[in-house]
């Protein structure tokens, strides 16, 4: 009766691709907006993850994400340096600073100072140049979509306005290169390198330099530095174990945290925290949560009434096909069969359809991040609109009385 | 249950003895209170093996009611009704289910072909229903189509055939699985003249044998003819059984 079933189904294409489409706008819609929540969140700690090599963050207590520095005074890197555990510990600028390009244009960035000594904590990947050229008079490395964006010259003539192409259309603007001079607060900062880093919840470029330099670029405050980044001494004799490790991890975190009254999280925990303060102190988590359960709602409802209205508009068939000496547990098959078809098949259009924007948008400023887990997610809402779509049809199937086929 | 299990069952069936149908002091109501409808006021009928009844009277007199009872797809209120010795009210929902699916063929008014199966898929639906593979069903359809005249036509969606066309599929569904009660709806109501005869006709020839019964309720006179005995009701009880011919002469008088 399988074969029934799905002949029913697909046999009224109208109705199976209006019951397959609402499923699949449910999907894609869950699908696509977790995916750009997904995104953003993941920008907001992105530097967390670009900085990748630290074991752990230390900074002013009062700090609430990644973008929150609160300077610290450059004593604190000693006393940490002090704590039973700690391997190493290098200081850490990062701040907001406006840059003048060469037009004359200002552009606020965000500026990375790295340890002079190690440069440790530099950007993941280079494109050209190579972070040691940070060492060389004045250097600072550009990150890529910068380069080519907001730090990018555009193309003027000798009164200011824009050079066209021979379409009309002004030429694209070039962009920074190594070589090109910036000034950074009014001191002079060559380019040294270009670099790739992950797109950040501000989207402003980032600028990498040696620490002196940057607290050397910052206007002159007390306090400067905005996180020491510690790496943990391992002893040969520790068990090496994940679990083992974070164990350790979070031990010293509380030992420093002890000892200098200053916030010590492991760099995962950071990107948690920094995550937890968007989700909590900002509308971002409402409107996209709102737009899921609005795509899970209207899918619901399409496929639902269309579902609902197949089963009622087979009515005497199923009738039919009960008299004929099809049981109820048969009949309830039928319809779970034909609820996890479309409900399949509305999934995989639906999940493909997000992937595809998210594969369309790739490179461009949208954040669109897929999880595994967000697939999990979808697939969960999709089982659960089709149990609430089929629930009223299987109901309607099941107390129907063989004998309307006589009526 | 296969084909040829099924075959197997009809052809170690026991002779008929007794009676097919026996019905005495069947009651049934419907609704409650003041809107409660006496359907059925004590129906005493008996079908022979082998024979054709036509249940025949107005509108509302309990006809849909009594083949439903007799088919097992309502409950009877009191009385007794057993069908080849089995009696529904001692079989539980599922096995009532299975007896109905193995043991009686339908023909309704309106078909209730499934629309988007093909005239053989409809026709092997029984056959699905007993357990019966796919391509083993379809293929056994095509020679019962044969049978109603539609070899041709196995492939057709029910949209593509006449009334006529649909009805002969829909009776070549109710024989598929030999069933030993054939009960049919107004078989002919929906059809012209000449196709109700037809229909009636190919009733008659491939539905009847020595260890059936059919039973047909229907309004239409022009196929009395048709049937061994004719039963007439009126408010709920049989109020005489006959031959057509017996029935005609009543009538004239």
Redesign the interface.
Do not use: C, W, Y
């Given at each position: 009766m399988n074969f029934v079933a799905l002949k029913m189904l697909v046999g009224d294409r109208g109705k199976y691709f209006g019951i397959v489409l609402g499923i699949a706008f449910a999907a894609m819609l869950i699908t696509q907006q977790s995916s750009i929540f997904v995104g953003l969140m993941t920008r907001t700690f992105g530097f967390i993850t670009d900085t990748g090599y630290p074991d752990i963050w230390v900074m002013d207590p009062k700090v609430q994400f990644i973008d929150d520095t609160k300077p610290m005074q450059d004593i604190r890197l000693y006393r940490v340096r002090g704590v039973e555990g700690v391997r190493s510990a290098v200081p850490l600028y990062k701040g907001i600073l406006r840059a003048r390009l060469p037009n004359g244009t200002f552009q606020n960035c965000n500026v990375i100072g790295l340890d002079d000594a190690t440069l440790t904590g530099g950007p993941p990947k280079m494109i050209q140049g190579e972070i040691a050229y940070l060492r060389r008079a004045d250097g600072v490395i550009v990150d890529k979509v910068g380069a080519e964006g907001r730090l990018a010259r555009p193309v003027l003539d000798d009164q200011g306005k824009p050079v066209l192409d021979e379409q009309g259309k002004p030429l694209p603007p070039i962009p920074l290169k190594v070589g090109d001079v910036l000034e950074i607060n009014d001191k002079r900062a060559i380019v040294v390198g270009i670099c790739q880093v992950q797109r950040t919840f501000q989207s402003q470029p980032v600028i990498y330099t040696t620490y002196s330099r940057a607290i050397n670029f910052a206007p002159r405050e007390r306090r400067l530095m905005s996180f020491i980044c510690v790496d943990a001494a391992t002893n040969a004799n520790d068990p090496q174990t994940p679990e083992a490790k974070a164990a350790n991890i979070q031990a010293l975190c509380d030992r420093i945290e002890q000892r200098t009254g200053l916030l010590a999280l492991p760099g995962k925990a950071f990107s948690w925290k920094t995550v937890m303060y968007f989700i909590k102190f900002t509308g971002i988590p409402i409107n996209f949560g709102i737009a899921v359960v609005l795509g899970f709602l209207v899918g619901t409802a399409i496929a639902g009434q269309t579902f609902y209205q197949f089963t009622s508009d087979n009515i005497k068939q199923f009738g039919a096909i009960k008299a004929m000496g099809t049981s109820n547990s048969r009949l309830l098959g039928m319809i779970v069969l034909q609820a996890v078809v479309v409900g399949l098949v509305g999934y995989g259009l639906g999940i493909g359809a997000a992937a595809g924007f998210g594969y369309i948008t790739k490179g461009s400023e949208l954040a669109f991040r897929l999880l595994p887990e967000t697939l999990l997610v979808t697939g969960v809402a999709i089982a659960l609109i089709c149990v609430l779509a089929s629930m009223l049809a299987l109901v309607k199937v099941v107390r129907v009385e063989p004998a309307i086929v006589f009526k | 249950m296969s084909t040829a299990t099924s075959n197997q069952n009809i052809a170690t069936r026991p002779g008929p003895v007794g009676l097919a149908v026996h019905c005495k002091g069947v009651t049934k109501h419907f609704g409650k209170g003041d809107s409660k409808v006496l359907a059925l006021r004590g129906v005493d009928l008996d079908i022979k093996y082998g024979e054709l009844m036509m249940l025949v009277g107005p509108s509302g007199c309990g006809k849909?009611t009594l083949?439903?009872v007799i088919?097992g797809?309502?409950d009877r209120d009191a009385g007794e009704c057993t069908v080849f010795g089995a009696d529904f009210a001692n079989l539980s929902?599922?096995a009532r289910?299975?007896w109905?699916?193995?043991n009686?063929g339908?023909v309704?008014?309106?078909f209730?072909l499934?629309?988007?199966?093909t005239a053989a898929?409809n026709v092997a639906?029984?056959l699905?229903?007993?357990g019966e593979g796919?391509h083993a069903a379809v293929k056994r359809a095509y020679d019962v189509l044969a049978t109603v005249g539609l070899a041709d036509r196995g492939k057709s969606l029910p949209s593509q055939l006449s009334g006529g066309q649909q009805q002969r599929v829909a009776i070549a569904r109710a024989l598929i699985h030999q069933p030993r009660l054939i009960v049919c709806?107004e078989p002919t109501s929906a059809l012209d003249a000449v196709t109700g005869h037809t229909v009636m006709r190919l009733l008659k020839g491939v539905a009847m044998a020595q260890d059936r019964a059919l039973v047909i309720v229907t309004h239409d006179a022009r196929i009395f003819g048709f049937a061994d005995r004719v039963a007439s009701m009126n408010d709920g009880s049989v109020v005489s059984v006959g031959t057509p011919a017996e029935l005609e002469a009543v009538h004239r008088h």
């Open positions: - | 849909t083949i439903s088919a797809i309502l929902g599922g289910t299975k109905r699916g193995a009686i339908f309704f008014q309106q209730n499934l629309p988007t199966l898929e639906v029984p699905m229903i007993l796919r709806d």
